[in-house]
T-cell receptor, first 113, second 113 residues
Framework: GENVEQHPSTLSVQEGDSAVIKCTYSDSASNYFPWYKQELGKRPQLIID?????GEKKDQRIAVTLNKTAKHFSLHITETQPEDSAVYFCAASKGTGGFKTIFGAGTRLFVKA | DADVTQTPRNRITKTGKRIMLECSQT?????MYWYRQDPGLGLRLIYYSFDVKDINKGEISDGYSVSRQAQAKFSLSLESAIPNQTALYFC????????????FGPGTRLTVL
């Protein structure tokens, strides 16, 4: 069945460094790729997303890249800050009837001050 | 996001008891979902509904049932709770269409003794 693999499961960086989280998906029909951030004790919330007709999208310190041929997409956080510490989930879905979103297993990011 | 609410927020119960978790939304979304979150396992889909008359099993539906009472309400039942159903449960909603951004409720922490 459809699958989304996410790496690494844990990532520790120094404040100010960059962090990169990578995901691969199995269903080539997937066309929407959101990223969610879950702070400790909180609900997951969308931070950035990308559609399959776009290769890269940026929003301030965060960016997402998509390689449709390789079926992988990545989240890049630059100039990390302690408040970036959280669990990040990637996901993939396709906008046709009967679809559902498949989530990656999550990456726990620690930003050390 | 106050538009998606869940009750109760915390529940402790005993093995064999029937439990109902409720989700309400004021976002006007047609699609609603129930996820389970365990440490290190990310978000796993239990059931989902694309409209009031539509119910679909997710990847881990055994031991659970759902009811879509109205567009705004989607409840999850554990017929006979067991300890390995101890987890954090999230309800989510999304609008019909190609962009399946999911909006999560605050979560229900369920402990089965």
């Amino acid at each position: 069945g459809e699958n989304v693999e996410q790496h690494p499961s844990t990532l520790s960086v120094q404040e100010g460094d960059s962090a990169v989280i990578k995901c691969t998906y199995s269903d080539s029909a997937s066309n929407y790729f959101p990223w969610y951030k879950q702070e400790l004790g909180k609900r997951p919330q969308l931070i950035i997303d990308i559609r399959s007709n776009v290769g890269e999208k940026k929003d301030q310190r965060i960016a997402v890249t998509l390689n449709k041929t390789a079926k992988h997409f990545s989240l890049h956080i630059t100039e990390t800050q302690p408040e970036d510490s959280a669990v990040y989930f990637c996901a993939a879905s396709k906008g046709t009837g009967g679809f559902k979103t498949i989530f990656g297993a999550g990456t726990r990011l620690f930003v050390k001050a | 996001d106050a538009d998606v609410t869940q009750t109760p927020r915390n529940r402790i119960t005993k093995t064999g008891k029937r439990i109902m978790l409720e989700c309400s939304q004021t976002k006007g979304h047609d699609r609603m979902y129930w996820y389970r979150q365990d440490p290190g396992l990310g978000l796993r889909l239990i059931y989902y509904s694309f409209d009031v008359k539509d119910i679909n099993k997710g990847e881990i539906s055994d031991g659970y049932s759902v009811s879509r009472q109205a567009q705004a309400k989607f409840s999850l039942s554990l017929e006979s709770a067991i300890p390995n159903q101890t987890a954090l449960y999230f309800c989510a909603t999304s609008a019909a269409g190609a962009i399946d951004t999911q909006y999560f409720g605050p979560g229900t922490r369920l402990t089965v003794l």
